[in-house]
């Protein structure tokens, strides 16, 4: 079965870090194409940061430099470094990955794709 299991949401004080876990299960997991999307409060779910089809990764501009995206393939685990964290990173955090792994799968319209249940992070000023 194709699953996706998020971990590391909390409440923090703006400054402050965490890092995301995401457990895939070995039908789920690849080198390529798995990713990190958000959705706050009343806003559209987006990517924050992924691994693309070619093994690069991107970030969206509201968290490059703050977060860091990274794997642990021999766990199956995917991880968010997040730093620097404001308010505005409040948020629902979605692990994701594509079922057919293409360039920029991470970007809309998103074909068909797993996603994970979600993990909350908090944020207050």
């Known amino acids: 079965q194709v699953q996706l299991q998020e971990s590391g949401g909390d409440s923090v004080q703006s400054g402050g870090s965490l890092r995301l876990s995401c457990v895939a299960s070995?039908?789920?997991?690849?080198?390529?194409?798995m990713g990190w999307f958000r959705q706050a409060p009343g806003k559209e779910r987006g990517w924050a940061a992924a691994?693309?089809?070619?093994?690069?990764?991107s970030y969206s501009d509201s968290v490059r430099g703050r977060f860091t995206i990274s794997q642990d393939n021999a766990k199956n685990t995917l991880y968010l470094q997040m730093n620097n964290l404001k308010p505005e990173d409040t948020a629902m955090y979605y692990c994701?990955?594509?079922?057919?792994?293409?360039?920029?799968?991470?970007?809309?319209?998103?074909?068909?794709?797993?996603w994970g249940q979600g993990t909350q992070v908090t944020v207050s000023s």
């Open positions: 070995v039908y789920t997991y690849s080198k390529y194409c």
């Open positions: 994701a990955a594509p079922v057919v792994c293409v360039l920029h799968w991470y970007k809309p319209p998103l074909r068909h794709t797993v």
């Open positions: 691994f693309d089809s070619d093994g690069s990764t």
